[in-house]
């Protein structure tokens, strides 16, 4: 499962962002998606993420200004980022995780990472 990701960039602080990321490929089913955040020189943490049902996790440092989303349909996750502060800067990377369709017709769990999209908070 390949995974494209979509609408980093440079904001003022107070500004927004919306990241995307979709999923393609053969045969998936997808669980739980997400998007983690990797600051210079920190390790890569969890901003929030999304289960089939719609259950949702975030960062407290990121509570009540991020909002995701999915769309199903689409095999797509969203990540609507608002008031955002000079310590968001990082690159966020999407992940997916789930079942695919074996050559031998069985389900296995996969998870994928997205390339990474940077997103830079400075006035």
Request: hydrophobic share 35%; charged share 15%.
């Amino acid at each position: 499962v390949q995974l494209q990701a979509s609408g980093g960039g440079l904001v003022q602080p107070g500004g927004s962002l919306r990241l995307s990321c979709a999923a393609s490929g053969d045969d998936f089913r997808i669980n739980t998606m997400g998007w983690y955040f990797q600051a210079s020189g920190k390790q890569r943490e969890l901003v929030a993420d999304i289960s089939s049902e719609g259950s949702t996790n975030f960062a407290d440092s990121v509570k009540g200004r991020f909002t995701i989303s999915r769309d199903n349909a689409k095999n797509t996750v969203y990540l609507q980022m608002n008031n955002l502060k000079p310590e968001d800067t990082a690159v966020y990377y999407c992940h997916v995780d789930g079942l695919y369709l074996t050559k031998e017709a069985l389900w296995a769990v996969f998870g994928s990472w997205g390339q990474g999209t940077q997103v830079t908070v400075s006035s």
